[in-house]
C-alpha cells in the first residue's frame, strides 16, 4: 500500500532523512518547514497521513495541529507529531490538541512506518465514505453533517475491555466514569461473542492477557461484518515494539503504553470515540437516504444516476493520485432468451441471483451498479487491469458454476456473462471516466463475438 506522507520540520535536514525513509519504503513524501506553510499543503495536496514536528518557531504544531482539525477540508487527516518533547503533559497537550498520535524521538522506523500504515488505511477508508457522502450531497439527497454537535453530544461512549486483570479493569473504569460506560471481560471465547453484537463504541484489548492470543482476538474481531469498523485500542507494555507493531498490522487503530496516564487514556479514547460517530453518521446518511434515490429497486445495486456522478469523483482521484482505476462492465449472455422461453419474472430472478453474486465479489470500496437491462458495472479504485481481470474472471467462474433455481426448485436455468475491462493505466491522452467505459464496453463486444462466457480486456 502506497501513501501520501506530508512531513513538517523547521529543521530542513530533519525533513530530508525522513522524507528518504518514507521513500525507501515507497511512501510519496511532500515536506513542508513550517505550521502555515503545513496548512496550506495539506488544504491543497490533501495527504494521507501529516508526520508533524512541534517546536517549530511562528506557529507551533500544537497551534497547527488544531487549525487543521477545525478545517472542514483537513479535518479528516490524520495527524502524528514526531517531536523530542518527551513529557507526559506534552503528549496530552498533542492528542487533545487532536493529533492522532505523539511519537517521541528517536522513533524506531519500524514502528513510525507501521503507524503510518495503520493510519493511512483508516484515512483510504475513511476518504470512501466522504467521497459516497459527497455525491449524496451533491445530488441533493443528504443534509450537511453538524460536527460539533456530535462532539458535544451527552451520550455516554460504550467501551468494551478484554482484560483478566481485574485490578487494571477497575482503574480504567474509575479513569473513565465521567464520559464512559465502560463493560469488561476476561474470558476470550465470551469476549469475542460480546464484541460481535456491535453494541460497543470501542474495544481495548490488554495485549498481556494469557488466556488467549491477544492477537488473533484483535484479528478476529476485525475479520466481524459487525465490528470491521469499531475502533480498537491495545494495551501494551514498555518495549513491546514487535507486538505493537503487528497489532497496527492487524488493524488496532491505537494504544496505550502501562502505566496508564488518566488523562492521556481519555484524549486517546475521545479520538476514537468521536471518529467512530463521525464514520458511522457517514454511513448512515449515506443509505438512509440514498436507498431510493440512486439504488435500483430490482437488484439493489446502484443505478446510472448513481453512477454518473460517482464515477467522475472516482475517476478524478485517479487522475490525481496517480493510482489505477479498472472498470468492468458486465453483460448477462442471451438474456433476451430467457425471458422469452420462462418469463420476465424469470429474467427478474436471473438478475437478482446474478447481482448478489457479484455484492459478493467486490469489497467495500468498489462501486457496483446496474448499468441497464441486464448489463452491469463494476468501477474498482486503486486497482490495475491484470487484478481486475482475476476478480472477473472469478465472477464469470462462479456465474457459470451455479444455476437459478425457479417456481420453488421446479425449473433451473444455467447462466453464463461476458465481462470487458478498462483501466486509467492505458495512459491514453485526455482521458475520462465515459471514454474508460467505452473501452470496457469495447472489449465486452469483443468478449460477445469471441464467443460469450469470457473476459476480454481493452488494449492499451
Same mark, same amino acid.
Given at each position: 500500500m502506497t501513501a501520501r506522507v506530508l512531513v513538517v520540520d523547521d529543521f530542513e535536514p530533519n525533513v530530508k532523512l525522513l522524507e528518504a525513509k518514507l521513500r525507501a519504503e515507497y511512501f510519496d513524501v511532500i515536506g513542508a518547514y513550517s505550521g502555515e506553510e503545513a496548512i496550506q499543503k495539506a488544504r491543497a495536496d490533501q495527504p494521507d497521513i501529516i508526520l508533524l514536528d512541534v517546536m517549530m518557531p511562528g506557529m507551533d504544531g500544537f497551534e497547527a495541529c488544531r487549525l487543521l482539525k477545525k478545517d472542514p477540508e483537513t479535518a479528516h487527516i490524520p495527524v502524528v507529531m514526531v517531536t523530542a518533547l518527551? !513529557? !507526559?503533559?506534552?503528549?496530552v497537550a498533542g492528542l487533545e490538541a487532536g493529533a492522532d498520535d505523539f511519537l517521541t524521538k528517536p522513533v524506531e522506523d519500524v514502528a513510525l512506518f507501521a503507524r503510518v500504515r495503520s493510519l493511512s488505511r483508516l484515512k483510504m477508508m475513511t476518504d470512501e465514505l466522504r467521497m459516497r457522502y459527497a455525491t449524496s450531497k451533491g445530488l441533493g439527497v443528504v443534509p450537511d453533517i453538524d460536527l460539533d454537535s456530535m462532539a458535544t453530544t451527552d451520550e455516554k461512549g460504550r467501551?468494551? %475491555?478484554?482484560?483478566?486483570?481485574?485490578d487494571q479493569a477497575e482503574r480504567l473504569r474509575g479513569m473513565l466514569a465521567d464520559d464512559y460506560v465502560l463493560s469488561t471481560e476476561a474470558e476470550p471465547t465470551v469476549a469475542l461473542s460480546r464484541a460481535?453484537?456491535?453494541?460497543?463504541?470501542?474495544?481495548?484489548?490488554?495485549?498481556?492477557?494469557?488466556?488467549?492470543? @491477544?492477537?488473533?482476538?484483535?484479528?478476529?474481531?476485525?475479520?466481524?461484518?459487525?465490528?470491521?469498523?469499531? @475502533?480498537?485500542?491495545a494495551i501494551v507494555?514498555?518495549?513491546?515494539?514487535?507486538? &505493537?507493531?503487528?497489532? %497496527?498490522?492487524?488493524?488496532?487503530?491505537?494504544?496505550?503504553?502501562? @502505566?496508564?496516564?488518566?488523562?492521556e487514556l481519555i484524549a486517546r479514547v475521545s479520538t476514537q470515540v468521536r471518529r467512530k460517530r463521525y464514520i458511522e453518521h457517514l454511513r448512515s446518511s449515506f443509505q438512509a437516504s440514498l436507498e431510493m434515490a440512486v439504488t435500483d429497486q430490482l437488484?439493489? %445495486?446502484?443505478?446510472?444516476?448513481? &453512477?454518473?456522478s460517482h464515477l467522475s469523483a472516482m475517476f478524478d482521484r485517479a487522475y490525481w493520485t496517480g493510482r489505477p482505476l479498472s472498470v468492468m462492465v458486465l453483460d448477462i449472455d442471451h438474456f433476451k432468451g430467457i425471458n422469452d422461453t420462462y418469463g420476465h419474472d424469470a429474467g427478474d430472478r436471473v438478475l437478482q441471483h446474478f447481482a448478489e453474486r457479484i455484492r459478493q465479489s467486490v469489497r467495500s470500496m468498489d462501486l457496483a451498479c446496474r448499468y441497464g437491462g441486464e448489463e452491469f458495472l463494476i468501477?474498482?479504485?486503486?486497482?490495475?487491469?491484470?487484478?481486475?481481470?482475476?476478480?472477473?474472471?472469478?465472477?464469470?467462474?462462479?456465474?457459470?458454476?451455479?444455476?437459478?433455481?425457479?417456481?420453488?426448485?421446479?425449473?433451473?436455468?444455467?447462466?453464463?456473462?461476458s465481462i470487458g475491462i478498462a483501466s486509467t493505466e492505458d495512459g491514453l491522452k485526455e482521458d475520462s471516466a465515459q471514454k474508460l467505459i467505452k473501452r470496457a464496453?469495447?472489449?465486452?463486444?469483443?468478449?460477445?463475438?469471441?464467443?460469450?462466457?469470457?473476459?476480454?480486456?481493452?488494449?492499451?
Amino acid at each position: 500500500m502506497t501513501a501520501r506522507v506530508l512531513v513538517v520540520d523547521d529543521f530542513e535536514p530533519n525533513v530530508k532523512l525522513l522524507e528518504a525513509k518514507l521513500r525507501a519504503e515507497y511512501f510519496d513524501v511532500i515536506g513542508a518547514y513550517s505550521g502555515e506553510e503545513a496548512i496550506q499543503k495539506a488544504r491543497a495536496d490533501q495527504p494521507d497521513i501529516i508526520l508533524l514536528d512541534v517546536m517549530m518557531p511562528g506557529m507551533d504544531g500544537f497551534e497547527a495541529c488544531r487549525l487543521l482539525k477545525k478545517d472542514p477540508e483537513t479535518a479528516h487527516i490524520p495527524v502524528v507529531m514526531v517531536t523530542a518533547l518527551d !513529557q !507526559q503533559a506534552d503528549r496530552v497537550a498533542g492528542l487533545e490538541a487532536g493529533a492522532d498520535d505523539f511519537l517521541t524521538k528517536p522513533v524506531e522506523d519500524v514502528a513510525l512506518f507501521a503507524r503510518v500504515r495503520s493510519l493511512s488505511r483508516l484515512k483510504m477508508m475513511t476518504d470512501e465514505l466522504r467521497m459516497r457522502y459527497a455525491t449524496s450531497k451533491g445530488l441533493g439527497v443528504v443534509p450537511d453533517i453538524d460536527l460539533d454537535s456530535m462532539a458535544t453530544t451527552d451520550e455516554k461512549g460504550r467501551i468494551f %475491555l478484554i482484560d483478566d486483570q481485574p485490578d487494571q479493569a477497575e482503574r480504567l473504569r474509575g479513569m473513565l466514569a465521567d464520559d464512559y460506560v465502560l463493560s469488561t471481560e476476561a474470558e476470550p471465547t465470551v469476549a469475542l461473542s460480546r464484541a460481535r453484537l456491535g453494541e460497543f463504541d470501542l474495544v481495548m484489548v490488554n495485549m498481556s492477557i494469557e488466556a488467549a492470543d @491477544p492477537l488473533r482476538l484483535c484479528s478476529s474481531i476485525r475479520s466481524f461484518e459487525e465490528t470491521r469498523l469499531t @475502533p480498537l485500542l491495545a494495551i501494551v507494555r514498555q518495549g513491546e515494539t514487535r507486538k &505493537l507493531v503487528r497489532a %497496527l498490522e492487524l488493524g488496532v487503530n491505537d494504544y496505550l503504553t502501562r @502505566p496508564i496516564d488518566q488523562n492521556e487514556l481519555i484524549a486517546r479514547v475521545s479520538t476514537q470515540v468521536r471518529r467512530k460517530r463521525y464514520i458511522e453518521h457517514l454511513r448512515s446518511s449515506f443509505q438512509a437516504s440514498l436507498e431510493m434515490a440512486v439504488t435500483d429497486q430490482l437488484t439493489g %445495486l446502484y443505478n446510472r444516476r448513481y &453512477l454518473a456522478s460517482h464515477l467522475s469523483a472516482m475517476f478524478d482521484r485517479a487522475y490525481w493520485t496517480g493510482r489505477p482505476l479498472s472498470v468492468m462492465v458486465l453483460d448477462i449472455d442471451h438474456f433476451k432468451g430467457i425471458n422469452d422461453t420462462y418469463g420476465h419474472d424469470a429474467g427478474d430472478r436471473v438478475l437478482q441471483h446474478f447481482a448478489e453474486r457479484i455484492r459478493q465479489s467486490v469489497r467495500s470500496m468498489d462501486l457496483a451498479c446496474r448499468y441497464g437491462g441486464e448489463e452491469f458495472l463494476i468501477a474498482m479504485p486503486d486497482t490495475d487491469k491484470h487484478a481486475a481481470s482475476l476478480v472477473a474472471e472469478r465472477i464469470r467462474e462462479d456465474v457459470a458454476a451455479q444455476r437459478v433455481i425457479l417456481n420453488g426448485g421446479r425449473d433451473e436455468i444455467g447462466v453464463t456473462v461476458s465481462i470487458g475491462i478498462a483501466s486509467t493505466e492505458d495512459g491514453l491522452k485526455e482521458d475520462s471516466a465515459q471514454k474508460l467505459i467505452k473501452r470496457a464496453d469495447e472489449a465486452l463486444y469483443q468478449a460477445k463475438t469471441g464467443g460469450r462466457n469470457r473476459v476480454m480486456a481493452s488494449a492499451a
